[in-house]
């Protein structure tokens, strides 16, 4: 990997002896959530290993900053805050908790073809969905969520309304909402994705990926959205009123063979962080493709693919996770 510019240096390894199945900032605390239950914060220096699920597997999980909610196959949602407290944010029974999504201090999963949204004052609202729920995503304004599933997504408001059905045909499985709240975009089992403009339900098509796309990340700007699935990192652009639709996307970090798995855009510069299928980390400056090595590949690839990937608040520190337990944290060089 000699041919890159690389910040391997300023990387702190940790391994952290289980699977990391996603990960996040909880302020200034990094926080993993493992697949065999627990919830590990902070660095090699100071670190605390959080049972939140005990003797059950973390299958999903997301964070928005004060808390890591994860979703287990013992059917319980769980919060997880920076100072380790733990707090059932639901019990399902059981039943496995396929997504969960977080906003302004909103919760909602799904467990089969069951989504459920709570308030950030604690009202619970239920909704039976057409097949089982893979994804879910609040709109960024308003109480409003974006479910898929079998033959397409369901918008709903849990206050109020009917839900709205976006149709078509295959199987949804991811999804995300644009920052300015004007499309829905859904990773599909037939290796494409898909896209509605919400105002008017007009169909984007984005293919041509080999494998699924099962990571999406939003520019600082809202114009750009990185996606993985290829070989490299897709990057379509969303600036005009019909999205990608009729424009090119750019690719970063192409690396034959080997896919990208995980994306994260920076949160205040056109930089996007990826993580690949061989334990390797790159930084890459979207506007004229230029890249630096932050991880170089695991000296054994297999289950050694990056499954988490994220920046704190400010942009300065950058966390990533890899399925074989191995993680680090990427402090950048200040100036």
Request: proline fraction near 5%.
């Amino acid at each position: 990997m000699a041919e890159y510019p690389t910040l391997t240096n300023a990387v702190e390894p940790l391994s952290l002896g289980d699977a990391v199945v996603a990960g996040g900032w909880l302020g200034d605390t990094p926080a993993f959530a493992l697949a065999d239950g627990s919830v590990t914060l902070g660095d090699s220096n100071e670190s605390r290993r959080i049972a939140a699920h005990p003797d059950a597997a973390i299958l999903v999980a997301a964070g928005d900053g004060k808390r890591l909610v994860t979703g287990g196959d013992d059917g319980r949602v769980v919060a997880t805050d920076a100072g380790g407290g733990t707090g059932t944010v639901a019990d399902e029974k059981g039943k496995w908790i396929d997504a969960v999504a977080l906003h302004e201090g909103a919760v909602a999963w799904s467990a089969g073809r069951n989504a459920r949204a709570r308030s950030a004052k604690g009202e619970v609202k239920s909704l039976d969905l057409p097949s089982t729920c893979r994804g879910l995503a609040f709109f960024p304004k308003g109480y409003r969520l974006a479910a898929t599933h079998y033959n397409g997504a369901t918008l709903w408001f849990p206050n109020a309304g009917k839900p709205e059905l976006l149709s078509w045909s295959g199987s949804h499985l991811d999804a995300t909402i644009s920052p300015d709240g004007r499309f829905l975009i859904t990773s599909m089992q037939e290796n494409t994705l898909h896209g509605w403009r919400i105002a008017d339900g007009k169909h984007m098509r984005m293919a041509g990926y080999p494998g699924k796309t099962r990571s999406f990340s939003w520019s600082f700007d809202g114009k750009w959205l990185a996606t993985s699935g290829a070989d490299a990192c897709i990057i379509w652009p969303f600036s005009g009123k019909d999205g990608p639709m009729g424009q090119q996307p750019r690719e970063c970090g192409v690396r034959v063979n080997v896919p990208v798995t995980r994306v994260a855009f920076h949160p205040g510069a056109m930089v996007v962080a990826m993580g690949f299928d061989d334990g390797l980390v790159m930084l890459a400056r979207v506007t004229d493709g230029s890249e630096i090595l932050v991880r170089r590949p695991a000296e054994d690839p297999k289950n050694a693919r990056i499954s988490a990937l994220a920046w704190d608040a400010k942009g300065a520190r950058l966390l990533f996770g890899a399925e074989n337990g191995d993680a680090g944290l990427l402090t950048l060089p200040k100036g």
